[in-house]
């Protein structure tokens, strides 16, 4: 089964956390998750955050302590989700291939019916910033 290594971002302000809702023509349709994506050959993942940051939602954050791993066996492959705390560093998020983007308070993470690959995260962020 392929491997597919990606980065999410935990973008964290005023003690809420940014989710982004999968528009209706991505795989995955109208679930959450943090915003992040594909680990190009060669790059690292704090660059390939960075980068799909600025493409994804044409921002510029700065990423810092790694929170979760994760394994996830779909139907097109097996994905492996490395997610990060991040902090904006000047512009507001923009939608581009979302269908929204939200500040959520941590309290109510966890309503969302988020992607499967990024449920570990949301509780450990959960835990930890409750």
């Not at 999410?8 to 809702?21: F, S, T």
């Not at 492959?77 to 997610?83: K, Y």
């Not at 500040?103 to 969302?112: E, F, P, Q, R």
């Amino acid at each position: 089964m392929k491997r597919i290594n990606v980065v999410g971002a935990v973008l964290v302000r005023d003690g809420k956390v940014l989710a982004a809702q999968r528009s209706e023509s991505m795989s995955l349709p109208l679930m959450w998750e943090f915003p992040g994506g594909k680990i190009e050959p060669g790059e690292a993942p704090v660059e390939a955050l960075r980068r799909e940051l600025k493409e994804e939602l044409l921002c510029d954050a700065i990423v810092g302590d790694h929170v979760e791993t994760t394994e996830h066996n779909y139907g097109f492959g097996t994905v492996i989700l490395s997610t990060f705390f991040c902090t904006l560093n000047g512009e507001d998020p923009q939608i581009t291939e979302h269908a929204e983007i939200r500040w959520v308070s941590v309290s109510d993470l966890l309503d969302l019916e988020w992607a499967p690959a990024d449920i570990p995260a949301v509780q450990k962020i959960v835990q930890k910033l409750s």
